[in-house]
């Protein structure tokens, strides 16, 4: 049965209100979290970009909800550091985290001045990232001379029960290169005969572990209202690879999507006033295999979105599982 929970998009809301936003899903029946992790956001227009770690303390502390993490180790972020902030929830919240891990944007990585690498070259350096967070998390002291540099690092906080390291993929060639290293797989919502094909190339070679799926969606009463939503808040991310990895400023993407059609955010958010309409399509995610799925409106006002999910799509979508 699939597990259906709530994104918390920092670079859209105050990290104060995601919070309270937090325990109101979970009073709705939301069952999960899982939050993004950027330094600046996508758009001028969206106007936040919180620090994800800090936060996560406090919603895991706030609520009783599992949360997961999406994270880029590498350059903005040194893999030991990652190691000891996810053995730390790991520590206080046993078995309610979970990181997923991916080979960044350079959007937020260029602040550190040291170039973006090649995608196969961020892939090379995810892999060492990875090997070293899982040696640090099994408690191992760990130096490393590579595309990163370790030296004799431990973490002296260790947690019972390690978190899972999750592949981010947004391509059936990454998904079926993260078979071979994650703990699970997510991706984000794309046509159907698209997922399949990354569930497929994840699980054909291997990949073990949940899948999860990170689902926009615009809703509002009104169907122009919805439109609206989606398209001032989410046109800057309606392009297909290498244009997201590439572009560094929220000048570059508010430049490239100033000409985004309402009709082409369609094409990356689900938009819809019919709540019955989003029931259908989260069901359909869930009968391709995905057993987390996080909603994410995309709009910056959520508790109107988080109470008519809870009360009118949740229930539904729960019965029709069973």
Request: glycine fraction near 10%; charge should be negative.
């Amino acid at each position: 049965m699939a597990v259906y929970g709530i994104h918390a998009s920092h670079e859209q809301i105050h990290p104060s209100a995601l919070l309270k936003a937090m325990s109101r899903a979970e009073q709705a029946g939301f069952s999960a979290a899982m939050s993004s992790d950027h330094f600046s956001p996508w758009s001028a227009r969206q106007g936040q970009s919180a620090f994800a770690w800090s936060w996560l303390g406090a919603a895991l502390q706030a609520t009783g909800l599992p949360y997961g993490v999406v994270n880029a180790p590498g350059q903005r972020y040194h893999p030991a550091i990652i190691a000891q902030a996810i053995g730390t929830l790991g520590a206080m919240y046993p078995g309610r985290f979970w990181a997923a891990l991916g080979s960044g944007e350079a959007s937020n990585e260029h602040i550190t001045g040291g170039g973006w690498p090649r995608k196969e070259v961020r892939n090379a350096r995810l892999l060492e990232c990875v090997q070293i967070i899982r040696a640090l998390l099994a408690g191992e002291e760990v130096s490393h001379d590579g595309l990163v540099t370790v030296d004799r690092a431990r973490l002296w906080t260790l947690p019972e029960t390690v978190p899972k390291l999750v592949g981010a993929a947004v391509s059936v060639d990454t998904a079926r290169w993260c078979a071979g290293w994650a703990d699970g797989l997510i991706t984000v919502n794309a046509p159907q005969e698209t997922l399949t094909r990354i569930v497929d190339a994840y699980r054909d070679n291997g990949g073990r572990g949940s899948l999860h799926l990170q689902v926009h969606l615009s809703w509002a009463p009104d169907e122009d209202e919805a439109a609206r939503i989606a398209h001032d808040q989410w046109r800057s991310n309606v392009f297909a690879p290498p244009v997201p990895w590439d572009l560094e400023t929220v000048e570059h993407f508010d430049e490239v999507s100033k000409h985004v059609t309402p009709q082409q955010v369609t094409e990356a958010v689900n938009v819809s006033a019919d709540l019955g309409r989003h029931a259908a399509w989260l069901h359909e995610y869930a009968e391709l295999g995905f057993d987390g799925i996080y909603l994410h409106h995309v709009g910056r006002e959520l508790d109107q979105f988080i109470d008519a999910f809870g009360a009118k799509v949740l229930p539904h979508l729960v019965e029709g599982s069973q």
